[in-house]
């Protein structure tokens, strides 16, 4: 098996936007005549992810991609099983809430758990997985499931198919009569503008990034519009792939808060400003006040870097995914700076053998 960055490096360049153009790798056969009769009729006005990890992320953008076209369909995204804490009864008990629980390995526990608690709603629950416990549950109780169907998956790094995922669920929906539109052409498009978008400027930032964030610590700060959506892939992409710490936090509340920290730091901090030119003026000179009072020639400032990452011309998805396109080259140029070796610590920390390396290069080996 290539080694983690080297596949990363990989995907980028060839799979990334690609993904974009491949909707339908996915199969939903297995879901019931019944919820197919509720989705014909419109009796669905919201829907309630859940998931851990990767296997949930795409649903964060969907929300924020929906919020921002104004859709009908309300989105909320629960990343535990516990969900008294996570949302209000008159989301989790109304019969117009259809439940997503989403795993691709199917066998993450914490969604197995989420599907137990919620058998006496099984009518209006969607398994989203590639099979593994949770499709064995599902199957044993005759509950939908929408079985993903990845032709080339990376099995170890699930967050490589972000692209991928997001254009399965367009069509997804679409085939299911929650969308008009299946995206294909918009996709199709947006695949090449993302080539001529990563041009010499955006390659320049990425390399001043990197270089300013070489044994950093990494603190994104975004407007509520991009703070689950994208921070959160974008933390992964910092944790899992660059091996590096990253945090995220709202815009605001960094400015009344943690912005203290940063008063006279021991070590180096980086940070990250995702600036949207549709963010409100007071946002905007907020930011540029930040930049100037870190960026000031001062003792205290020794160990502060910021830079500013303008989100762009174009819609919700243009800025969304060329943003991610320069965390992801960003991520690959620190790791390949640092060159920290795989512990495994994600599959064994979470207890899902299926994502250990050991575990892949076995069933390569006996393929």
Request: net charge negative.
């Amino acid at each position: 098996m290539k080694s983690r960055l080297d596949r990363y490096e990989e995907f980028i360049e060839k799979e990334y936007r690609a993904g974009l153009t491949k909707p339908d790798e996915y199969s939903l056969e297995a879901v019931t005549p019944e919820l197919r009769a509720r989705f014909a009729n419109k009796e669905f006005k919201r829907i309630v992810f859940t998931g851990m990890g990767c296997s949930a992320i795409v649903s964060d953008i969907v929300r924020g991609y929906f919020a921002e076209i104004d859709s009908p369909i309300e989105v909320h995204v629960l990343n535990d099983y516990d969900f008294r804490f996570l949302a209000p009864s008159s989301v989790l008990d109304d019969d117009a809430t259809l439940y997503i629980i989403s795993s691709y390995s199917g066998h993450s526990q914490e969604p197995v758990r989420a599907y137990r608690q919620l058998k006496s709603k099984q009518d209006r629950v969607l398994l989203l997985t590639s099979g593994g416990t949770l499709a064995e549950l599902g199957h044993a109780d005759g509950v939908s499931i929408a079985y993903w169907k990845l032709q080339q998956p990376d099995r170890e790094y699930p967050l490589f198919h972000v692209s991928q995922y997001f254009a399965i669920l367009m069509d997804m929906f679409h085939e299911l009569g929650m969308l008009d539109d299946n995206h294909h052409t918009r996709l199709a498009e947006l695949s090449d503008q993302l080539e001529r978008d990563y041009d010499t400027v955006r390659r320049g930032l990425v390399e001043r990034i990197a270089y300013d964030s070489r044994d950093a610590n990494l603190i994104m700060i975004a407007s509520p519009k991009w703070h689950e959506s994208l921070l959160k892939l974008a933390k992964m992409h910092f944790n899992e792939m660059a091996m590096v710490p990253a945090t995220r936090n709202f815009f605001h509340e960094f400015c009344h808060s943690e912005v203290a920290t940063l008063s006279d730091p021991e070590h180096k901090h980086s940070i990250l400003w995702f600036a949207d030119p549709d963010d409100d003026d007071y946002t905007l000179a907020k930011g540029e006040n930040l930049v100037r009072l870190l960026t000031e020639e001062r003792h205290e400032n020794r160990n502060v870097h910021i830079s500013r990452i303008d989100l762009g011309e174009g819609d919700f998805l243009r800025k969304y995914f060329n943003a991610l396109n320069i965390v992801q080259h960003t991520a690959l140029a620190l790791g390949r700076y640092h060159e920290t070796s795989s512990r495994d610590l994600i599959s064994e920390s979470a207890g899902n053998p299926w994502y250990h390396s050991t575990t892949i290069e076995a069933e390569l080996v006996g393929a």
